[in-house]
């Protein structure tokens, strides 16, 4: 057997025990979950242009068309993480006020998801200087959404 079909199979077989395992978590906890994975993926791909932008890693354009336009498709995901009654104490570090307070929250989430567009599009076309000033721009919207409505 090669290699290749071996992975397939791996895969299939993977693909399949998580699809048993999700369908024994609750509404809340799958969505818990889904909320936990865009966060960790955005995370996972705004680190290098952060890095970029602080002078940490030198400017790379391609790479920072690449990470900006992944951190946008995911940031357009985040909506539908945040259904009423996801908050599952001890398992998110989401604060209550999100769904107290929801037409405020959806507002700082549409502008997130503003600035990430933002972001993919200058990523293109900018310099250092520029993609700083994108990413600082970006950053500034999670750090106000973060001091609202994320547990320290």
């Not at 299939?12 to 999700?22: E, N, P, T, W, Y």
């Not at 799958?30 to 960790?40: E, I, K, M, S, V």
């Not at 068309?65 to 909506?79: K, N, Q, W």
Request: charged share 30%.
């Amino acid at each position: 057997m090669s290699r290749q079909l071996l992975a397939l199979s791996a895969l299939v077989i993977c693909g399949i025990g998580l699809a048993f395992a999700h369908d024994s978590h609750t509404k809340a906890e799958q969505a818990n979950d889904y909320r936990h994975g865009l966060y960790g993926a955005i995370a996972w791909n705004f680190a290098p242009l952060g890095a970029m932008a602080q002078g940490k890693a030198p400017f790379d354009k391609s790479e920072a068309t690449t990470r900006a336009a992944r951190v946008a498709a995911l940031a357009e995901m985040l909506p539908e993480a945040f259904p009423e009654g996801s908050a599952i104490k001890g398992k998110t570090e989401a604060k209550a006020a999100i769904w107290e307070h929801r037409p405020e929250f959806d507002a700082l989430l549409k502008k997130f998801i503003s600035k990430t567009e933002a972001l993919s599009e200058g990523a293109k076309t900018a310099d250092a200087e520029k993609l700083k000033t994108l990413v600082l721009d970006t950053r500034a919207v999670c750090k106000e959404c973060h001091e609202k409505y994320k547990e320290d």
